[in-house]
């Protein structure tokens, strides 16, 4: 007879969802120098400047603007744009997509999502459209790209514009096309929990020096000269230590990717045989952004529910995230809209119940990956 396999050991610290990417002092230090001794902390700066012209490379885009944080940047981009009355958007995403909106007076109209990509479905936009409708807001969720195609689409042919929350869609692309070559706008978020980061931080990218020039004003103030401040700005300043972070960062971000994309590989292996279970894959075609690691707990399949699953490995000392539970559609300052009713978003809802982030951060090693994957498997045995 074989004895059953011995359960797995915790970890001795907790291990998160993510932990930042941190550059070795030794590359960090030079650019501290040089804000030391310049004595210019913020407002355009040079490591300001040297990033954006980096992020524009980087991201394939001609126009970057760089923010304090990617709400702020998210909120800027509707008042570039004007948008007023109502937006179209996903309740699947984080509470800050749909805050922006309100934030602008706008009235958040939630459309149910692909059951594929988990992005918001097209075909359910279109019947959403009224007069009131001023543009569509998609957000890449965990990098997989919208139907951006489709979205177009609908947006040229009713007249709107087409804003994409690219917040975990960093270095994404489609059938090599960089992810902020479509729609109007894309934001970036550079939290400390994203893959590239500046402790803070965020960006819009564009393709019209037009609509460049607006939100640079737009992020100070609306100053234009000393003398002169000539729309109602406000401050969404990225700063030179974030900015200096974001260099010494990027110079840091091939090996991170290497070793997030083994760990994906280890998840993927192992996790292939559990009932039910099933890691998020991008569609082909799209590069991973490897923001995530998302595994769907099917609730009519897996023995075990997604909130049991997340239980249990908190017992390991494994903190997975819930992205995104609850939907937007379902927080008390929306659930009273129309369009927020679950019959409407079956799709979302389901969704919701059933995703788990499982931890995704180069520190964590291939080896870190089989012990969650080990005790996954216990969890989904038990
Ligand atoms: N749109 C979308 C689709 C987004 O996902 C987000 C942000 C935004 C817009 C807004 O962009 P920003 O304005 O934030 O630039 C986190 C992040 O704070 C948030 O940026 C992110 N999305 C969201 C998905 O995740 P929380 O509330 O889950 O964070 P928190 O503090 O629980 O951190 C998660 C784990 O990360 C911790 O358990 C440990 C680790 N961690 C966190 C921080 C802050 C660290 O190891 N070090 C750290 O410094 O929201």
Known sequence: MTSPPKPPTPFDAPVYVTRPMLPDMESFRPHLDDIWSSGWLTNNGDKHQALEARLQDVL????????????????????????????IVTPFTFPATAHVLSWNNITPVFADIDPQTLTID????????????????????????????EIQRLADYYGLHVVYDAAHAFGTEIDGQPIAAFGDISMF??????????????????????????????????????????????????????????????????AERRQRAAIKAV???????????????????????????????DADRAPVHRD???????????????????????YSCYRNLPSAQPASLPVAE?????????????????????RVCDMLHAVMAA
């Open 60 to 87: 394939g885009v001609p126009d970057i603007a760089l923010f304090n944080n990617g709400t702020i940047a998210l909120l800027i981009a509707c008042q570039a744009l004007r948008l007023s009355g109502e937006v």
């Open 122 to 149: 097209p075909r359910r936009i279109e019947r959403l459209i009224t007069r009131q409708t001023s543009a569509i807001l998609g957000v890449h969720v965990y990098g997989i790209p919208c139907d951006v195609a």
């Open 189 to 254: 978020s550079f939290h400390a929990t994203k893959l590239f980061h500046t402790a803070e931080g965020g960006a819009l990218g564009m393709r019209d020096a037009r609509l460049k020039r607006r939100i640079d004003l737009l992020k100070n103030f609306g100053i234009k000269t000393e003398d002169e401040v000539i729309m109602p700005g406000i401050n969404g300043k990225m700063n030179e230590l974030q900015a200096a972070l974001g260099l010494a960062n990027l110079d840091a971000l091939d």
């Open 267 to 297: 998840y993927r292996a192992r996790l292939a045989d559990l009932p039910g279970v099933t890691l998020i894959e991008m569609p082909k075609g799209v590069t991973d952004s490897l923001q995530y690691a998302v595994i769907r707990i």
């Open 308 to 330: 049991t699953v997340q239980a249990r490995l908190r017992d390991y000392n494994v903190f997975a995230r819930k992205y995104f539970f609850p939907l937007c559609s379902q």
């Open 350 to 370: 389901r969704a919701a119940q059933e995703v788990l982030s499982l931890p995704l951060y180069g520190a964590l090693g291939e080896e870190g990956a089989h």
